[in-house]
């Protein structure tokens, strides 16, 4: 198999006394989607934080071991951010467009990063993100219309959209359907293996159901660790923990 993108080594994480992670270890490779099961408040979103520094932004949070992303150590003293979360992008639970047009809203990224794209550059980019999300047919006609205006399915794609005008390596998906209907959400998942051939996806979720439709790896959480780490299938048909065979046919969670 390849050197995997990411690389999780000895990692431990603390909300001050509190230990949120504990000794996770575990490889993520290049255009695969990863899911991370688990029941509430076992580590999920805190695992997925860490591989964009978001959990920085929490006071009191320190972390021992390493991260590897490309073989650098994400948490080393000299991980640049801005760097690390250009590479490393986040969808989140709710739909967050910027109250801005639909195009400034796709540009933000290259604005941000200082990318001095001359306008058909930009409008090159706004077409490209939006086809990868297939909205550039709903939208090309309205894209200097608020974003606030669209539907919440429209606005998680919009919000992914965002996402892969910088170019992103790796994209981090935070319960990216809960606030989605059913319908919506079978099309995100459709969107999310189409995704997979250009990019590696990481996605928390609380519906296994969704984790063994569109991932080809699964970790399974528990008080802060990772219990058991493989392939979909073998997770979901031939679990080698107890613990994990007991969330899954549904036993406690």
Same mark, same amino acid.
């Given at each position: 198999?390849?050197?995997?993108?990411?690389?999780?080594?000895?990692l431990?994480l603390?909300y001050?006394?509190f230990?949120?992670?504990?000794?996770?270890?575990?490889?993520?490779?290049?255009?695969?989607?990863?899911?991370?099961i688990?029941?509430?408040?076992?580590?999920?979103s805190?695992?997925l934080? /860490?591989?964009n520094?978001?959990?920085?932004?929490?006071e009191?949070?320190?972390a021992?071991g390493?991260?590897l992303?490309?073989? +650098?150590?994400i948490l080393?003293?000299?991980a !640049?951010?801005?760097?690390?979360?250009?590479?490393?992008?986040?969808?989140?639970?709710?739909p967050n467009?910027?109250?801005?047009?639909?195009? #400034?809203?796709?540009?933000?990224? +290259?604005?941000?990063h200082?990318?001095?794209?001359?306008?058909n550059?930009?409008?090159?980019?706004? !077409? #490209?993100?939006?086809?990868a999300?297939?909205l550039?047919?709903?939208?090309?006609?309205?894209?200097?219309?608020?974003?606030?205006g669209?539907?919440? #399915?429209?606005?998680?794609?919009l919000?992914?959209?965002?996402l892969?005008?910088?170019?992103?390596?790796?994209?981090?998906?935070d !319960?990216?359907?809960s606030?989605?209907?059913? +319908?919506?959400?079978?099309?995100i998942? !459709?969107?999310?293996?189409?995704?997979?051939?250009?990019?590696?996806?990481?996605? /928390?979720t609380?519906?296994?159901? +969704?984790?063994?439709?569109?991932?080809?790896?699964?970790?399974?959480?528990l008080?802060?660790?990772?219990?058991?780490?493989?392939?979909?299938?073998?997770?979901?048909?031939?679990?080698?923990?107890?613990?994990? #065979?007991?969330?899954?046919?549904?036993r406690?969670g």
């Amino acid at each position: 198999m390849d050197k995997p993108i990411l690389e999780v080594n000895n990692l431990n994480l603390w909300y001050g006394d509190f230990q949120a992670l504990k000794d996770v270890n575990a490889s993520f490779y290049a255009r695969r989607i990863t899911a991370i099961i688990g029941p509430s408040g076992c580590g999920k979103s805190t695992l997925l934080r /860490v591989f964009n520094r978001m959990n920085d932004l929490i006071e009191g949070v320190r972390a021992s071991g390493n991260v590897l992303i490309d073989g +650098q150590d994400i948490l080393g003293p000299r991980a !640049e951010l801005v760097v690390l979360r250009k590479k490393v992008g986040m969808v989140f639970q709710r739909p967050n467009p910027f109250p801005l047009s639909i195009y #400034e809203n796709i540009v933000f990224g +290259q604005r941000i990063h200082g990318n001095a794209a001359g306008k058909n550059r930009l409008d090159e980019i706004v !077409e #490209e993100s939006l086809k990868a999300v297939l909205l550039w047919g709903d939208l090309k006609d309205k894209l200097h219309k608020s974003a606030l205006g669209l539907s919440l #399915e429209q606005k998680q794609r919009l919000c992914i959209a965002r996402l892969l005008a910088v170019r992103p390596e790796i994209v981090l998906m935070d !319960e990216p359907c809960s606030a989605l209907d059913p +319908q919506s959400t079978m099309r995100i998942e !459709e969107l999310m293996r189409e995704l997979k051939n250009n990019y590696t996806i990481i996605i /928390v979720t609380h519906n296994m159901q +969704q984790a063994a439709r569109v991932s080809d790896d699964t970790g399974f959480m528990l008080l802060g660790e990772l219990i058991e780490f493989g392939l979909t299938q073998d997770i979901f048909t031939r679990p080698r923990d107890k613990r994990t #065979e007991d969330y899954i046919t549904g036993r406690f969670g």
